[in-house]
């Protein structure tokens, strides 16, 4: 026999050479890690590089703990758990499964390589598979090399240019002032009837600030008010991000454009707003203007009233039969540029992402206009235990911006108001955009559809494709 073939002397040769992958393995308690004990006991022996972590199933697993073993110089991950099917929780690993792709994802678009995150199945009785899993993701991550250090940019030299798809350079629709005058005049009677008839105690629409030109949410309390409405393409805000909160002081009347009306589908999945306690006035739009531009949210957006609505402003209302059908519409422009940045090698991913994020000021204006991010206590300010670094630096910077993509997987509607806010221009809506495609691909989702839907991650189903996974 061969002893230079054997797994022993495969570690031995490897252990001569200066750099070794440091691996970190995430094992569920009940299989994986009965596992590895099996592959112990029967004395199979494969790479020592791997640092075991046992959990209490693969259905606990955090992207947190990726993202820590990540940040602190782990050249790869692996997380392995009980086959479908036999998991001690019974459906623990089938969430996984789903959420293990969608994180997947995000970090290959950000640059990491795959080799780096890799997931199996391994059960109780399966040592011999250990040891082949083991043995294949460290010669995965030794071919990887060593990981760059978290949160830095490499190698300066090989800065990609990044040229994105202007939307000014894009065919589409252009904001109609023209068409915008008599819905405004609707939408004043509308509030001034809705207001004065006690049907609902607060109407959040737009007006004019005292800066010239610019609109802002209003919150209007009073018949009298209801002149200060405006209706302009500047109206870009997504008014349903207030909603949650003003539908504590009593049943609310709300303006919502097609983008809005989505983020209230949402609101609807997740209970976070009951339906009979809001008021919906839906408006057609014509697109909405970011410095200057239409914004890309509107090149694909046909802008019609959505049947959710109670009432229409200068519109009609589509029948409530058509809720939850899934319309074609045109190309996303944002999957221009997601494209681009796939194109890029993985380095110049990395690098274009770092500097991204390293102009982050986690002002987390982000967090404060998605209608989706409505927790009390966001992730981002616990302190016990601390998984997200408050401190503007590399590290804790990209946890946060993957984590908040993360946290909108298959829930953001793409209204691109965290981009629009963002006083550091960062790239939000593509990683946003990246994981809408993912999710649709995978599970046949698109958010803001239909108000009875289970979010994608929050569901399964067994026949999930895991062609990833070990
Ligand atoms: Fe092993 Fe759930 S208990 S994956």
Request: charged fraction near 20%.
């Amino acid at each position: 026999m061969d002893s230079a073939a054997t797994p022993l002397a495969q570690a031995v040769d490897a252990s001569a050479s200066a750099w070794q992958p440091h691996i970190i393995a995430f094992v569920c308690h009940w299989c994986t890690y009965a596992g590895a004990d099996m592959a112990g006991t029967t004395r199979r022996i494969y790479p020592p590089n791997v640092r075991i972590l046992r959990f209490p199933c693969t259905g606990r697993m955090s992207p947190l703990f990726i993202l820590r073993a990540f940040e602190q110089g782990a050249d790869g991950v692996l997380v392995s758990g009980c086959h479908p099917g036999d998991c001690h929780y019974v459906q623990g690993n089938y969430f996984a499964r789903r959420r293990f792709a969608v994180f997947r994802a995000l970090l290959e678009f950000l640059g990491v390589d795959p080799r780096r995150l890799q997931f199996s199945w391994v059960s109780a009785s399966e040592g011999v598979k250990w040891a082949r899993v083991v043995e294949e993701v460290t010669q995965g991550v030794r071919d990887a090399g060593p990981i760059s250090p978290w949160g830095r940019v490499q190698d300066h030299g090989r800065l990609a240019l990044v040229r994105f798809a202007s939307p000014a350079d894009q065919a589409g629709r252009r904001p109609g002032e023209d068409e915008r005058a008599p819905v405004l005049a609707e939408l004043r009677r509308a509030a001034s009837e809705l207001l004065s008839s006690g049907r609902i105690s607060r109407l959040i629409g737009y007006g004019e600030s005292s800066l010239p030109g610019k609109i802002v949410p209003v919150f209007l309390d009073n018949v009298a008010d209801a002149s200060v409405l405006a209706w302009t393409d500047g109206c870009s805000a997504n008014l349903a991000a207030y909603l949650p909160a003003a539908m504590r002081s009593g049943k609310v009347g709300i303006i919502v454009k097609s983008c809005d009306s989505k983020a209230v589908v949402g609101l609807l999945q997740e209970n976070q707003i009951r339906r009979e306690d809001v008021v919906l006035i839906g408006v057609p739009c014509t697109g909405v203007r970011v410095n200057g531009r239409l914004a890309s949210k509107c090149f694909n957006c046909d802008g019609q009233v959505s049947p959710l609505c109670d009432l229409s402003a200068g519109g009609a209302r589509p029948a409530a039969a058509a809720m939850g059908v899934q319309v074609a519409v045109p190309p996303d422009v944002r999957d221009a540029d997601v494209g681009y940045i796939e194109s890029l090698p993985l380095l110049d991913r990395w690098n274009f992402w770092q500097n991204q994020f390293a102009r982050c000021l986690r002002c987390y204006a982000c967090r404060a206009v998605c209608p989706l991010c409505y927790c009390e206590t966001c992730i981002a300010e616990k302190h016990r235990p601390q998984w997200i670094s408050t401190s503007i630096d590399g590290k804790g910077n990209t946890a946060w911006n993957v984590v908040r993509a993360f946290h909108l997987a298959g829930r953001c509607i793409g209204c691109d108001e965290c981009s629009r806010v963002c006083p550091a221009n960062i790239r939000l809506d593509l990683l946003n955009r990246r994981l809408a495609i993912e999710v649709e691909r995978r599970f046949g989702y698109r958010a803001g559809q239909d108000a009875v839907a289970s979010p994608p991650l929050a569901s399964f189903r067994q026949d999930d494709s895991e062609e990833f996974i070990r």
